[in-house]
């Protein structure tokens, strides 16, 4: 699965400034692809902002038969029909930055996300003891907590998707994540249950392009 970003140039001059992996700008709108391979469930996530979020906007071109699901404690299904060129049963629901959603198309396909990158202080819900699939809310690659800025507890398990769930825990001894630390792609979603004990429900972090 290929996934790469680049943000568009619209000002009259300067030059490009490397704000992560894979992200390059001279101001704050981007665009960033993520390759769907055929007949695959990919774990995909919306990490720019638009005028409204809706599933409709961010993905207005299917392809035929593609289906999106969104998790909130069990699945809603949204299918591309060709036919009307519309999302069903309601292109209106959102996919909002630093929230994802599994994505399976008959065909293989590139997925575009065009959008601006989120600056300053940026908040993500991460309710304790319940199950959410969330991601990233800017366009960059790398370590959950070294480099995304994700608190870890201890007990907070993140499950990575690739084909089957990879869990990783957080240890509150070692104050490390177990195995290893995740890292994830640009556009990539995970799914995150904090335990029981865990006091942070935000996931906050400040984030500037320059």
């Known amino acids: 699965m290929k996934k790469t970003l680049v943000c568009a140039a619209l000002v009259a001059a300067g030059i490009a400034t490397s704000v ?5 700008s001279l101001n704050v709108v981007g665009y960033y692809n993520i390759t769907i391979p055929a007949n695959q469930l990919v774990m995909i996530a919306n ?13 207005p071109n299917g392809p035929a038969g593609a289906t999106l699901y969104k998790y909130s404690g069990g699945y809603t299904a949204y299918v591309f029909d060709d036919l009307d060129n519309a999302w069903t049963p309601d292109g209106n629901a959102t996919l909002n930055p630093g929230e994802g959603a599994f994505f399976r198309s008959p065909n293989a396909t590139t997925l575009t996300f065009v959008g601006e990158v989120m600056q300053g202080s940026l908040t993500n ?13 800017v366009p ?7 480099v995304l800025g994700l608190p870890g507890e201890g007990g907070d398990t993140v499950y ?4 089957g769930y990879t869990a ?13 630390e995740p890292s994830f792609n640009v556009g990539e979603a995970f799914f ?3 335990a029981p004990t865990s006091t942070q429900a935000l996931w906050v972090r400040n984030f500037t392009v320059n």
């Not at 960059?140 to 070294?146: F, L, P």
Request: positive net charge; charged residues 10%.
């Open 125 to 137: 819900t991460t309710p304790i003891n319940v199950q959410v699939m969330r991601s990233s809310m």
């Open 160 to 163: 990575k998707y690739a084909g």
């Open 20 to 24: 992560a992996q894979n992200v390059y």
């Open 47 to 59: 990490q720019l902002n638009t005028t409204n979020n809706t599933i409709a906007s961010l993905l």
């Open 140 to 146: 960059q690659a790398g370590g959950i907590t070294s």
């Open 192 to 194: 995150l249950k904090k």
């Open 168 to 180: 990783y825990v957080f240890d509150d001894l070692d104050l490390a994540w177990t195995p290893s």
